[in-house]
């Protein structure tokens, strides 16, 4: 991996979205758990969130290799009544180590707000789990110049400044242009790198020191053909990979471009 990132590990994240029944899950797990068991070297980590119905039957396919699951989301409350939600504490208590928040088509599919976020971000950090929080912009938003004003008000709003479990390891955060994301079209290497190094001096401003630490990912039509080249840029310390993570020996090799 290039990109002079220090000491930041590279995270390969693969969000399932709503897909897969259980048999699809499991064989996906296994062809990642077979691949895990015959590696030597971490270089980056690697992580799987599957819809949350699969947590526990992958997670326990999974135990024992290096690779976390996460959830693709959790509820801002600790418990109660809210139906068809699930708390970060029942993620962390079916083996998820990790959450992502603030997902494009959540926020879309189910009104989030950036304040939504926070809040479901501070539960997941008092659960233990590790946020990946996601930002990006739409298209309209990029043909009107407002990306780097739209990724600056997502962050302040969505980044759980000053609050306990906040860390350079329990916070990453995923630059995924909506337009992007499963369209099989991507930025130009220029339009990452302008993103990124925008909100690593966001960040600065929001977190100070910790920034520096923080990973992160680039998400949006990221392939085995295409990583090498995201991977390397700056600034750019993983991939949150949708489509692709739904293959294991595609997600490999993106992994395997990682370090
Ligand atoms: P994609 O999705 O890789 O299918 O574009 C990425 C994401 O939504 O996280």
Redesign the pocket.
């Known amino acids: 991996m290039g990109g002079q990132n220090g000491q930041r590990r590279p995270l390969i994240a693969g969000?399932w979205?709503m897909n897969g029944l259980r048999a699809d899950g499991l064989a996906l797990a296994e062809a990642l758990a077979a691949w895990a068991k015959g590696r030597q070297a971490w270089g980056a980590e690697m992580l799987v969130c599957p819809p949350a119905t699969l947590l526990g039957a992958v997670g326990r396919v999974l135990e024992g290799c290096q690779v976390s699951i996460g959830g693709q989301d959790c509820h801002a409350a600790a418990q109660g009544a809210h139906t068809g939600d699930i708390s970060a504490a029942m993620l962390a208590d079916c083996g998820a180590d990790w959450v992502?928040l603030g997902?494009?088509?959540r926020r879309q599919d189910h009104g989030e707000s950036d304040g939504l976020v926070r809040a479901k971000a501070v539960a997941a950090l008092g659960a233990g789990l590790k946020a990946i929080v996601?930002i990006g912009e739409t298209e309209a938003e990029r043909d009107s110049g407002r990306t780097l004003a739209v990724l600056s008000r997502q962050l302040s709003g969505s980044v759980p400044v000053g609050e306990d479990g906040l860390s350079g390891d329990s916070l990453v955060v995923?630059y995924?242009p909506v337009w992007?994301?499963?369209?099989g079209r991507t930025p130009s290497r220029e339009q990452i790198l302008e993103a990124h190094s925008h909100i690593r001096g966001e960040l600065t401003g929001l977190v100070g020191d910790v920034a520096g630490a923080v990973r992160l990912l680039y998400?949006?039509?990221?392939?085995p053909e295409n990583a090498a080249e995201i991977l390397a840029l700056e600034d750019v310390d993983g991939a949150?990979?949708?489509?692709?993570?739904l293959k294991a020996d595609g997600f490999c090799a993106i992994y395997d471009a990682a370090v």
């Open positions: 969000n979205k992502i997902h494009s088509e996601c995923a995924e992007a994301i499963g369209t998400g949006g039509s990221v392939k949150l990979v949708g489509g692709a993570s």
